[in-house]
């Protein structure tokens, strides 16, 4: 029997979980539960002690990517169930590297198929919209500054009906400030569908491209988590219309259903033409490759330095609240 993982959305969009992720001692652990299985009954399905059971839910010690899938095979789950996945705005960043222009196909109805041209790039993100897309996010003080955003443009030669249902409807959408363009939407706001507009004839059905992304892009297993939505902040997912007007595409939470919408800015229309133009000039491949090493490179190093500061400020708060009994104890244990 498979993990439950409908329950799991379920649990995420009405906010029970912890949306930071489970490390995977406590995936083991709750599957283990799961079975009602004690450690030693556990390990012994695996060929493993009891020992290194517990050590892995503690996280004393890490699986091996072989033990890893030695549980996934024998407990019929995927390995992204067992393993933290690493969660990172730039949703497009693959497509962005290779630089090749992509075709996703879905069926939007049961009459409706849909097939699009996918062109990913980079758009400059200026100091005054990081500032606000910073602090609505929360982003700590000394994390790094964001300089870029990914963004995937959809463009077809024939009309179908997301462009015609857009084009309809183009002049009322809503303008986007300057300074609003990259805002991403908390957690908070994404799960209770604040965001979606009122009037419904600007909706249309958004899970059948949702769906074709997160499995062209291979991020089935990112599909539950609200942090890594690829309409969301610096995932800026675009359509061009018939007239050639490019439009921003939004995709509501899974809790509100995953409706389709649009918003409009011709500034960023013209940053995200303004790579096109320098692509058909220019391989635009190796600057790609620089934003991406450069992106990881700070991301990875505010991700160490943030670690190792809260594992510095839990060993300074037990040597001065915890009494020295408790070390000796620990000490005799051993």
Not at 97 to 113: E, P, Y
Not at 236 to 243: H, K, P, Q, T
Not at 260 to 268: F, G, I, P, R, T
Request: glycine share 4%; with cysteine.
């Amino acid at each position: 029997m498979k993990l439950n993982i409908s329950e799991k959305l379920k649990k995420i969009v009405r906010n029970e979980e912890n949306l930071s992720g489970l490390h995977y001692g406590d995936k083991i652990q709750k599957l283990r539960k799961l079975y009602d299985l004690s450690q030693s009954e556990f390990g012994n399905l695996l060929g493993l002690s009891k020992g290194q059971i517990s050590s892995y839910e503690r996280e004393i010690s890490q699986p091996s990517l072989e033990t890893i899938i030695k549980i996934a095979q024998y407990f019929n789950c995927a390995i992204e169930e067992l393993t933290d996945i690493p969660i990172r705005n730039d949703f497009y960043l693959n497509w962005l590297l290779d630089q090749k222009v992509h075709k996703i196909r879905f069926q939007q109805d049961l009459d409706s198929k849909v097939e699009f041209e996918a062109k990913a790039g980079l758009i400059t993100i200026n100091f005054d919209e990081y500032i606000e897309y910073g602090i609505r996010l929360g982003i700590e003080e000394g994390a790094p500054s964001v300089v870029a955003a990914n963004f995937l443009l959809l463009e077809s030669n024939n009309s179908n009906v997301l462009i015609n249902h857009f084009d309809k409807i183009g002049p009322i959408l809503e303008s986007i400030k300057r300074k609003d363009i990259l805002l991403g939407t908390s957690i908070k706001n994404i799960l209770s569908g604040k965001n979606i507009p009122e009037d419904k004839n600007l909706l249309i059905e958004g899970y059948p491209l949702l769906v074709c992304l997160y499995t062209s892009l291979e991020k089935k297993s990112w599909l539950c988590d609200p942090r890594c939505w690829p309409t969301e902040g610096t995932n800026i997912l675009a359509l061009r219309l018939n007239d050639g007007k490019i439009i921003r595409l939004h995709i509501s939470s899974l809790s509100t259903g995953c409706q389709l919408y649009a918003s409009y800015s011709k500034d960023l229309e013209e940053r995200i033409n303004l790579w096109l133009s320098a692509q058909a000039m220019k391989d635009l491949r190796p600057a790609a490759i620089e934003y991406a090493l450069e992106w990881n490179k700070i991301t990875t190093e505010s991700e160490i330095n943030l670690r190792k500061r809260i594992v510095d400020e839990a060993s300074e708060f037990a040597n001065r609240y915890v009494p020295d009994s408790t070390f000796s104890k620990r000490k005799k244990t051993k």
